[in-house]
């Protein structure tokens, strides 16, 4: 089975701080991606990656930036946290470029920033 | 760019026969994708049509028409446990990435 592992199921930080999300497959997947749920918003974009050190902006990549060193880890990184970065983050894995192979997501971080 | 449109809500008894539907927009298509989500849960992949027609899982069905741009999931024989969100989802333009829509809330009730 894959396993997508979110490194915190919950996080506080306060505004102005740096924030570090971290993601790891174990499926030797190409592609990663890095979305935000919110009530009534489903799930959007932020960034994704489909191989080490390349990187693309999705829908909302404003306040972002990712790191993808590895190819197991994706990593999001909120540069200056404000408030309206609260939400749910959800990391999710997928192999090859065919639309129907499935994505595999973790079970997501709730990051509230005070 | 993509977007997609599906109901917010949806609620059923147990049993009963349910359709959820999607509609999209998107430049190029590279198949509509169909995720299940329970409250608090990671997101889950139920299905996938690339082409016309209707693709069978079990109680879980998933129709495609290209040239209407529109497909639909169809839950049959109820249970309390389909109490979940669904998302349709088609294939981003930049790539590889999945664009979800904002999903429907599925509520069956005894």
């Known amino acids: 089975d894959v396993k997508v592992t979110q490194s915190s199921r919950y996080l506080v930080k306060r505004t102005g701080e740096k924030v570090f999300l971290e993601c790891v497959q174990d499926m030797d997947h190409e592609n990663m991606f890095w979305y935000r749920q919110d009530p009534g918003l489903g799930l959007r974009l932020i960034y994704f990656s489909y191989d080490v050190k390349m990187k693309e902006k999705g829908d909302i990549p404003e306040g972002y930036s990712v790191s993808r060193e590895k190819k197991e880890r994706f990593s999001l990184i909120l540069e200056s946290a404000s408030t309206n970065q609260t939400s749910m983050y959800l990391c999710?894995?997928?192999?090859?470029?065919?639309?129907?192979?499935?994505?595999?997501f973790g079970d997501g971080t709730r990051l509230s920033i005070l | 760019g993509q977007s997609l449109e599906q109901p917010s809500e949806v609620t059923a008894v147990e049993g009963a026969i349910v359709q959820i539907n999607c509609t999209y927009q998107t430049s190029g298509f590279y198949g509509l994708s169909w995720y299940q989500q329970h409250d608090g849960g990671a997101p889950t992949f139920l299905s996938y049509?690339?082409?016309?027609g209707l693709e069978e899982t079990g109680r879980f069905s998933s129709f495609l028409s290209r040239s209407d741009s529109y497909g639909y999931l169809l839950l049959q024989e109820l249970q309390m446990k389909d109490s979940a969100s669904y998302f349709c989802a088609v294939r981003g333009q930049a790539g590889t990435a999945l664009i979800f829509g904002k999903g429907t809330t599925l509520s069956v009730s005894s």
């Open positions: 999710a894995s997928r192999t090859g470029t065919q639309g129907g192979q499935p994505q595999h």
């Open positions: 049509n690339a082409l016309d």
